[in-house]
C-alpha cells in the first residue's frame, strides 16, 4: 500500500505563491512535498521557509527539507555557496591531484556547515523531516555502469582523506581503489550524513530522515562506487528511516526498473525501514503514457511502501522541464491518486 506520494518543489520564495502551487499538489494527490532548500535559500530566503513550510503542513501536507545541491555533494542544479566561500575543502582527484568543484563531505569545515544548515532548518522551521538527496563522491560515477561508461579516476584524495586513511590503516592512501579505499570511501561517507540525522533525532525524535541513493545495479561486474552504493551499509544505518532510491530514464528497460525496485524493497524490509521509489517526473516522458501506469503499478505490486516525483509540474519552465511537462505532472498526478492508501 502506498502511503506517501511526494513531489519535490523548488519555487520557495513567497508564501502566497507556494500556497497556490501547494494547493495543486493536493489536487495531483500530493501528501508529502519534498521542499528544494538551497544554500542560496538559506542564506537569503531563510525568513520564509518557516512560513513557507507551516503553510504546507496547514493544508495537510507533510514537508521533507532536501538540502539540494548543498556543497555539490547532493544532486542537483543549483550552485554552492561553500564551494563559492572555501577554495579548500574540496574534493580532489585520486590521479590528478586537481581540486574539484565538489565539497569533500568527510572534513570537518563541511560536515559542521551542513549539520548547521539541516539542524538550524530543523528548529526554524519544524518541517516533518529531511530527505538526503543522491549523496555522492565525485567520481567514479561508473565502473561500467549503465548511467556511465568505465572510470579510473576517484575521489576524494584531499589532505583531510588521506590522513585520516593513513591514521586508520597504518601506511599512506593508494592512487587506486583498493578495497581498503572502498571500504574506506563507504565508511567515511555515512559519517557526515550519519551525525546529522542524530543531530535532527536530538532536537526532535519525530524528524523523519530519508536517504535517497542513486538506482545502480551494484553487481559483480558493475557498481558505482559513489559512495553510497553499498546499500546493506546505507540500510542498516540506525538514524534513516526510509531507504530511498533515485530516478530510472522511462527509456530504460523495464526489467532494470524491476530489479531497482525489488533490492530496494529487500533492503527497506531487511532493516525495517520503509521503501521508496522515484519517478521520473521531468526531463524525459515515456513515449506511451500508459508506462507511468505500468511502473506505478509494479511498485505497488512489489510492496513499496512510497512514491515520489522529481518534480513540481514536470519541470515547466526549466532547461531540464519534460517536453509535455504539463501532462506528464498530469499523469503523474492522476496516478498518485489512483494508489494513494491502497
Ligand atoms: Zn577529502
Not at 501528501?31 to 518557516?50: G, S, Y
Not at 551542513?114 to 530543523?122: D, G, I, Y
Not at 524491476?258 to 524493497?265: A, E, P
Not at 522529481?310 to 499523469?331: E, H, M
Amino acid at each position: 500500500m502506498i502511503t506517501q506520494t511526494s513531489i519535490s518543489y523548488y519555487g520557495l520564495n513567497y508564501v502566497e505563491h507556494a500556497e497556490a502551487d501547494f494547493k495543486e499538489m493536493k489536487a495531483h494527490g500530493v501528501t508529502q512535498v519534498i521542499l528544494a532548500v538551497t544554500e542560496f535559500d538559506f542564506d537569503f530566503w531563510r525568513p520564509n521557509i518557516p512560513a513557507i513550510v507551516d503553510k504546507a503542513h496547514e493544508l495537510g501536507l507533510r514537508v521533507l527539507i532536501d538540502p539540494w545541491g548543498n556543497g555539490k555533494y547532493f544532486g542537483g542544479e543549483q550552485v554552492s555557496k561553500f564551494l563559492q566561500d572555501n577554495v579548500e575543502n574540496r574534493q580532489v582527484s585520486a590521479l590528478t591531484g586537481e581540486k574539484l568543484p565538489y565539497a569533500c563531505f568527510n572534513t570537518n569545515s563541511y560536515r559542521d556547515y551542513f549539520k548547521n544548515f539541516c539542524t538550524t532548518l530543523a528548529r526554524e522551521a519544524k518541517p516533518d523531516g529531511f530527505f538526503w538527496d543522491e549523496p555522492h563522491y565525485a567520481f567514479p560515477k561508473g565502473i561500467a555502469s549503465i548511467t556511465g561508461g568505465v572510470a579510473d579516476d576517484w575521489t576524494c584524495y584531499c589532505p583531510v582523506c588521506r590522513k585520516r586513511f593513513e591514521d586508520y590503516y597504518g601506511y599512506p592512501m593508494p592512487r587506486y581503489m583498493t578495497n581498503d579505499v572502498k571500504q574506506f570511501r563507504w565508511r567515511e561517507a555515512l559519517v557526515v550524513l550519519s551525525e546529522t540525522s542524530k543531530a535532527l533525532k536530538e532536537i526532535d525524535p519525530k524528524l523523519e530522515i530519508t536517504c535517497c541513493v542513486h538506482a545502480t545495479q551494484n553487481g559483480y561486474y558493475v557498481s558505482e562506487y559513489r559512495g553510497y552504493d553499498n546499500w546493506d551499509m546505507v540500510g542498516s544505518c540506525p538514524y534513516f528511516d526510509v531507504f530511498s532510491t533515485t530516478i530510472v530514464n522511462w527509456a530504460l528497460p523495464e526489467d532494470f526498473y524491476l530489479d531497482i525496485t525489488r533490492r530496494t524493497v529487500a533492503i527497506a524490509k531487511k532493516y525495517g525501514k520503509q521503501s521508496e521509489r522515484w519517478l521520473m517526473g521531468y526531463y524525459k516522458q515515456p513515449k506511451d503514457w500508459k508506462q507511468v501506469d505500468r511502473w506505478v503499478d509494479l511498485a505497488v505490486a512489489e510492496g513499496v511502501d512510497r512514491i515520489a516525483a522529481w518534480t513540481y509540474r514536470g519541470g515547466y519552465g526549466t532547461v531540464v522541464g519534460a517536453p509535455d511537462a504539463l501532462k506528464l505532472w498530469d499523469t503523474i498526478g492522476e496516478n498518485y491518486k489512483r494508489v494513494i492508501r491502497g
